[in-house]
């Protein structure tokens, strides 16, 4: 039944094409699989990806946890995971209101569609990208259809969106470059493209370590600070104009990290170490996860 795994060594630095690069950090699966993955840092830029890689990473996202967090199954996690989630869609809405004026939105890897639907009964144009069949059959009636695979990207006609949203998604794209084109050509002038990303430099990932939760290998292919996505954005000619918190991940990712950890009081312990972590992140404004609003001018 278990099938051997073939790895795949990334041969130069994602952003800066840097063949140089040292092992940053040696971790594992603790999601799913449970086996052993490696962080490598570029040791010219300084960026930080999985490497090596599985060749065949659609095992690594076959557990329905990953892309519906049990929406319908009950249990703590994800009675927590959906009660986050209501009041986040609620969060981005009025944060993607204050930033545009135009009613169109790409959700790139909108998972079951939840914040499309939300949107969509707002008056909004609602259109989803995801590349996982269940999740975009589930996506497809939370949305009245309009929900795609990956290839329909490079179907779509230039500046068709006023917002573009990457919601914790570029962090497990392939292609990342050739994903950056395609958003920049698909973004209206005066749009906004909005990435939602952990941040290796928060207080919860310096306290967790190999364990942290938003590691999360092999499925996460970078690890994302500020700085290591404003080269990315350089690089594509593309500008960061706010970096705003994303509070509620702390807890998530401590609760995480700690069940990872073995701790049976994981509950509390997330709670005290969530909480410590946004008291820390807010001196410098490096929360456990960051939204990026980069506009296209
Ligand atoms: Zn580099």
């Given at each position: 039944?278990?099938?051997?795994?073939?790895?795949?060594?990334?041969?130069?630095?994602?952003?800066?094409?840097?063949?140089?690069?040292?092992?940053y950090m040696d971790t594992q699966d603790y999601f799913y699989s449970q086996e052993?993955?490696?962080?490598?840092?570029?040791?010219?830029?300084?960026?930080?990806?999985?490497?090596?890689?599985?060749?065949?990473?659609?095992?690594?996202?076959?557990?329905?946890?990953?892309?519906?967090?049990?929406?319908?199954?009950?249990?703590?996690?994800?009675?927590?995971?959906?009660?986050?989630?209501?009041?986040?869609?609620?969060?981005?809405?009025?944060?993607?209101?204050?930033?545009?004026?135009?009613?169109?939105?790409?959700?790139?890897g909108c998972g079951t569609g939840e914040l499309l639907g939300y949107f969509k009964n707002k008056g909004w144009a609602t259109m989803g990208i995801e590349p996982?069949?269940?999740?975009?059959?589930?996506?497809?009636?939370?949305?009245?259809g309009n929900i795609y695979g990956e290839d329909h990207l490079a179907e779509l006609k230039p500046k068709s969106f006023d917002i573009i949203t990457l919601w914790h998604v570029l962090e497990h794209v392939e292609h990342l470059n050739t994903r950056m084109e395609e958003l920049k050509r698909l973004i209206k002038k005066g749009g906004s493209l909005v990435f939602a990303l952990p941040n290796i430099n928060?207080?919860?990932?310096?306290?967790?370590?190999?364990?942290?939760?938003?590691?999360?290998?092999?499925?996460?292919?970078?690890?994302?600070?500020?700085?290591?996505?404003?080269?990315?954005?350089?690089?594509?000619?593309?500008k960061l104009v706010s970096s705003l918190p994303m509070k509620l991940d702390s807890y998530y990712v401590s609760m995480l990290s700690e069940k990872y950890m073995g701790n049976s009081l994981y509950m509390p312990a997330a709670f005290i170490n969530g909480t410590i972590s946004n008291i820390k992140a807010k001196k410098n404004n490096n929360y456990s996860s960051m939204i990026f609003v980069v506009r296209n001018i």
């Open positions: 039944m278990k099938q051997k795994t073939i790895l795949k060594k990334i041969g130069e630095c994602p952003i800066c094409s840097s063949k140089k690069s040292s092992l052993p993955f490696s962080i490598t840092q570029c040791n010219e830029c300084e960026f930080l990806y999985t490497n090596p890689v599985p060749q065949n990473m659609f095992k690594y996202y076959q557990t329905e946890k990953y892309y519906s967090h049990n929406t319908a199954s009950g249990g703590v996690v994800s009675e927590i995971y959906s009660l986050l989630r209501r009041l986040n869609i609620k969060k981005k809405y009025n944060l993607l209101n204050k930033i545009t004026s135009g009613k169109s939105i790409l959700d790139v996982n069949d269940k999740a975009r059959a589930i996506a497809y009636n939370n949305n009245d928060s207080p919860d990932s310096k306290k967790y370590g190999a364990f942290w939760a938003a590691l999360d290998v092999p499925r996460h292919l970078y690890h994302f600070n500020e700085k290591s996505f404003k080269k990315l954005l350089a690089k594509h000619g593309l």
